[in-house]
């Protein structure tokens, strides 16, 4: 690892070899398989004014909190929403244990390729898992305390709604980042080219050195001649025959006047 990457946290506990197992991708595999179980289980209770079940997360403030826990209680909903609660704990920690072993596993996978920002993806998942632990504590004391208006329930709505934000925007940012090194790790693997399907040119020893190698150059070819130079010899050749006949004639002029 470069010093200008960030270790995973289980980067950290695999540096020794009892807690190496925490980097497999069968890790990554039975967390998905536990968030897909409890998935379900762990949603809040959706009324008609309540229609995405998400209120209670996000309440903004008391009289938000205290206008969604009336809902649930003229639904009969209390109960179900405070075991929805109860099973999301159990979805935080697959969710953000598996996220991470996921990544940190992909940069084990091609060391070569690994980005920088993979340690800190990583760290991300944790710190989202744990804003969500924090919501769920919030949420539980406003049931606890619900219908008596309380200081506690005033912090707790605005407390939840701030570590609800967070873990939003913390979670759609690590989903998004590993769906694009999920992608970059298939798509390496589909398109990188196979071994032996590169082939360099032979090397030839070069007169320098013994040691010293060089790639072998094709012969250079000659340069074209310009065309004035090709249409001057090609007069030259026209030339010689009228030239040679002159001198031919000249010598038998000498004789027939001697």
Do not use: H
């Amino acid at each position: 690892m470069s010093n200008g990457e960030l270790p995973g946290p289980f980067g950290l506990l695999a540096r020794g070899s009892r807690f190496a197992w925490m980097r497999s991708p069968f890790v990554s595999l039975g967390c998905f398989l536990i968030a897909v179980a409890v998935f379900r289980l762990a949603q809040l209770p959706v009324t008609p004014t309540t229609p995405s079940g998400l209120e209670l997360e996000l309440p903004g403030t008391a009289d938000g909190a205290l206008a969604v826990l009336r809902a649930y209680d003229d639904a009969r909903a209390l109960g179900r929403a405070v075991s929805a609660i109860n099973w999301d704990f159990l979805l935080i920690f697959a969710y953000s244990i598996g996220l991470a072993t996921l990544l940190e596993w992909l940069a084990t996978r091609d060391p070569g390729y690994r980005d920088a920002l993979i340690g800190y993806a990583a760290w991300g998942a944790i710190l989202a898992g744990a804003c969500d632990l924090l919501e769920n504590g919030s949420m539980l004391v406003m049931l606890w305390t619900y219908p008596t208006p309380s200081p506690a329930f005033v912090l707790a709505a605005l407390f939840g709604t701030l570590v609800s934000l967070t873990k939003w925007t913390l979670l759609c940012a690590v989903v998004g980042y590993t769906s694009w090194e999920v992608a970059k790790s298939i798509g390496r693997g589909f398109f990188s080219p196979k071994p032996g399907q590169i082939s360099m040119p032979p090397l030839q020893p070069s007169a320098s050195g013994a040691g010293d190698e060089r790639r072998a150059e094709p012969a250079s070819e000659p340069a074209a001649e310009p065309a004035t130079v090709r249409i001057g010899k090609l007069f030259e050749v026209f030339r010689a025959p009228e030239e040679e006949s002159e001198q031919e004639k000249k010598p038998a002029e000498k004789v027939e006047t001697t």
